[in-house]
């Protein structure tokens, strides 16, 4: 019985080890889930600043051209 009741401890201890590698596993994900939104934000950002910027004067210089 002693034998059983230390198997059944080991096993336990396995499963353990694998659910903190799994709960590892999401934080490391959400992490990076997070990192790369912050990315596609940015990069959203700079490409509205860029296309904004010549349409700004594109859009002066048709003013004038129509005034």
């Not at 401890?9 to 790369?36: G, P, T």
Request: contains cysteine.
């Amino acid at each position: 019985k002693e034998s059983e009741i230390a198997s059944f401890s080991k096993s336990y201890s396995e499963v353990e080890l694998k659910l903190k590698d799994i709960q590892l596993e999401i934080v490391e994900s959400k992490h990076l889930a997070s990192q790369l939104e912050n990315k596609k934000n940015d990069l959203v950002m700079y490409l509205a600043h860029d296309l904004k910027t010549p349409l700004t004067a594109i859009c002066g210089y048709a003013q004038n051209l129509k005034d």
